[in-house]
């Protein structure tokens, strides 16, 4: 089903400028070009280890779709490990 959303692939403010607004000025632009584009749908990526920007974007009302795992093949680590 064809869709249409904006793709945020990187957002990032200094830290000695952060907790003052800018993070949510640049949120709430990229909001109203995807509106004035016809685009109701925002999506973006956030590493796990990341908990203040997670809380950040939750706080901006995104929640979670969907999980991306990884394990990393190396001669050491080709066996699976036992439960």
């Known amino acids: 089903m064809p869709r249409r959303f904006v793709e945020l692939d990187n957002l990032a403010v200094r830290a000695d400028h952060q907790h003052i607004g800018i993070g949510r000025a640049l949120m709430e632009r990229v909001a109203d070009w995807a509106a004035a584009h ?3 749908e925002i999506q ?3 590493w796990e280890f990341n908990q203040g920007a997670i809380g950040f974007y939750e706080a901006l009302g995104y929640v979670a779709e969907r999980r991306t795992l990884r394990r990393i093949i190396t001669a050491a680590a080709l066996s699976v490990p036992e439960k």
Do not use: E, P, R
């Open 44 to 46: 973006l990526n956030v």
């Open 38 to 40: 016809g685009v109701d």
